[in-house]
């Protein structure tokens, strides 16, 4: 595994779950959401389906 999150398991704070919203709208992928919230892809997945969010697929 090259890329190692520090915070793993880390519980999601409201302002990362308002930043999730804002850059899902904005039309971003999933590879940069995560970048920006410095989350792994899997769990930046999860807390979208969670929120019943759809992340855009880039192409």
């Known amino acids: 595994m090259a890329d190692r999150f ?8 409201p ?3 308002q930043k999730l919203h ?3 709208a904005k039309g971003m992928g999933l ?8 989350r792994s892809e899997e769990s930046t997945k999860a807390r979208a389906k969670l929120d019943k969010l759809k992340i855009a697929k880039m192409r």
């Open 6 to 13: 520090e915070r793993h398991r880390q519980a999601w704070t």
């Open 15 to 17: 302002a990362e779950i």
């Open 22 to 24: 804002v850059l899902i």
């Open 31 to 38: 590879k940069s959401i995560a970048k920006a919230l410095t």
